[in-house]
């Protein structure tokens, strides 16, 4: 389910998956296929984990990448999750052939 909210979705974000919803800053995001497959990987993502794990080894890693990177924009850019989800956004068909924790390979 999608819900649109300026206030939900965080300052520099234009979306956030939170299981089971897609948050949007705006409503013309909603056309936007590529940025909604992106939101839908992360879903997958946290379905896996059973959702809370997912969120705290989301946390651990970007605590970890901000010490290495030391930067917000490459932690974040750098944590596996969102680089699976980044290299396969614009693939429509990837959740159709994703195999069980794939993030893993993106470590």
């Known amino acids: 389910m999608v819900i649109i909210s300026r206030f939900l979705v965080p300052k520099g974000y234009v979306g956030m998956a939170v299981f089971p919803f897609i948050f949007l800053k705006y409503y013309n995001l909603?056309?936007?296929?590529?940025?909604?497959?992106?939101?839908?990987?992360?879903?997958?993502?946290?379905?896996?984990?059973?959702?809370?794990?997912f969120y705290v080894l989301?946390?651990?890693?970007?605590?970890?990448r901000l010490i290495q990177y030391k930067t917000?924009?490459?932690?974040?850019?750098?944590?596996?999750?969102?680089?699976?989800?980044?290299?396969?956004?614009?693939?429509?068909n990837y959740l159709q052939s994703r195999s069980f924790w794939s993030f893993i390979?993106?470590?």
């Open 105 to 107: 390979s993106y470590l």
């Open 58 to 64: 989301y946390a651990i890693e970007f605590l970890i």
């Open 72 to 92: 917000w924009y490459l932690a974040y850019q750098n944590i596996s999750f969102e680089r699976e989800a980044y290299l396969n956004e614009k693939d429509l």
């Open 30 to 53: 909603k056309s936007n296929v590529v940025l909604l497959n992106h939101e839908k990987i992360h879903l997958r993502q946290q379905l896996e984990l059973l959702v809370f794990p």
